[in-house]
C-alpha cells in the first residue's frame, strides 16, 4: 500500500478569547492516500475550515504532527513550509478568490508562472483544463462577466494547474444553488481521478459526500 499524501497526528488547535480558551482540535488523526478523495464532514462551526488552514500550512499555532509526503511540517521554517504548499498543494475556497483584473485563462497561468512553467506551456494547460470543464468559450473573460459556477470551474482549474498531489477544498459548492453544485462537485471529483490527485473536500452536505471515495466527521474536535 503506497504512503499517504497527507497524515496528521495528534494535531490540536485551541484559541483563548479572554479568560476562555476554546479547543478547536483536539487530536486529530487522518491520513489521505494517492489518488483517494475524502469528504470532510461536519456542521458549520465543528473545526473543518481550522482543520483545513492546518494541513494546508496557512498558519501556524497547531501542535501535533503534518505530514505531507513524508516530510514533517512542524520541522520546516516559512520558507520550507512555502515550498509545500507551492510543491503539493492546491487550494479551492468556498469564495473563489479569483484576481478579477485578469482573464479566466490567466488566473489558471499565474500560478503556474510562479512555479516556474513556460508561458506557451502555462497557457496550453490553462486552455485545456478550462475546455474539459466546458468553458473554451469563456477564456478571455474576466470573472465579472462569468456566472458563479463558472467562477468555481475556473477556480478547480487554477487548483489543479501545478498537478498537485492534494487538493484541499472548503465547501467548494456552498455558495451554488443545488444544480449547480452538483455539476460542479462531479465535474471537480472528474478532474481530480483523472490527473491522479488526491483531495481532503470539507462539506456540510451528506449527499454530496456520499459522492466520496470515503467520509470522516469532525465532529467535538475529533474525527470519526
Not at 520541522?75 to 503539493?88: A, K
Not at 477556480?155 to 443545488?178: F, M, Q, W
Not at 490527473?195 to 474536535?221: C, F, P, Q, W
Request: glycine share 10%; no cysteine; hydrophobic share 40%.
Amino acid at each position: 500500500m503506497s504512503d499517504p499524501v497527507l497524515e496528521t497526528r495528534a494535531l490540536k488547535r485551541s484559541f483563548t478569547q479572554g479568560d476562555v480558551t476554546i479547543h478547536v482540535l483536539r487530536g486529530v488523526d487522518l491520513s489521505v492516500r494517492p489518488g483517494e478523495i475524502v469528504g470532510l464532514l461536519g456542521p458549520s462551526g465543528s473545526g473543518k475550515s481550522t482543520l483545513l488552514q492546518a494541513v494546508g500550512l496557512l498558519e501556524g499555532g497547531f501542535e501535533g504532527s503534518i505530514r505531507l509526503k513524508g516530510e514533517e511540517a512542524a520541522s520546516l521554517d516559512d520558507d520550507g513550509r512555502t515550498r509545500l504548499r507551492r510543491e503539493l498543494l492546491g487550494f479551492i475556497y468556498q469564495f473563489h478568490h479569483l484576481l478579477p483584473e485578469f482573464s479566466a485563462l490567466e488566473n489558471v497561468v499565474l500560478p503556474q508562472l510562479v512555479y516556474g512553467v513556460e508561458t506557451a506551456a502555462a497557457r496550453a494547460r490553462a486552455a485545456d483544463l478550462l475546455g474539459i470543464l466546458g468553458l473554451s468559450l469563456r477564456l478571455d473573460h474576466r470573472p465579472a462577466k462569468l456566472s458563479g459556477g463558472e467562477q468555481q470551474r475556473v477556480a478547480v482549474a487554477r487548483a489543479l494547474a501545478n498537478r498537485p498531489p492534494l487538493i484541499l477544498a472548503d465547501e467548494p459548492t456552498g455558495n451554488l444553488d443545488e444544480k449547480t453544485a452538483d455539476t460542479v462537485l462531479g465535474e471537480l471529483l472528474k478532474m481530480v481521478r483523472g490527473e491522479g490527485s488526491a483531495a481532503l473536500i470539507a462539506t456540510h452536505n451528506e449527499r454530496l459526500a456520499a459522492k466520496m471515495d470515503r467520509v470522516v466527521r469532525l465532529h467535538d474536535g475529533v474525527l470519526s
